[in-house]
């Protein structure tokens, strides 16, 4: 029985450990795409996908020139599905200002099990496109 008790540290040492890793590979990446630079659409679209999931949000758009952010906010999530087209959603407009956007992205994230799953799936997604690009 003593066996098993380390079995289950164990486990949850990884499991920490793997959302720890996630959420670091998270502020790498967010810090490395809002540097100065070439904005890409895949980095755009990556921005866009973090404060999406934050805010529960759909039509982000980010102004990185006025450091604005218009995004409306799904106000009854129950209705919403990302997968389709949603006509009749109860949302709520917003235009927010960022001083610094790796700072503001990095604010967004958040340690839930459904965030971290987000976020690996993100970088996964992030990292394929990367090789699609470089091998071209």
Partial sequence: MHNFGLHQNSIVMETLNVKSRILMEMERLIARSSAKGKMTKKIQSFHEAII???YNASDVSIDY???RIKMNVVIDAEGYDPKTVNVDLAVLPMNLFFK???DFLKSCLEGDAK???FYARLIKDLSNKERIHVAV
Avoid: V
């Fill in 65 to 67: 020139h006025r450091h």
């Fill in 100 to 102: 610094n956007l790796r």
């Fill in 52 to 54: 999406k999931k934050h």
């Fill in 115 to 117: 965030s971290i799953a």
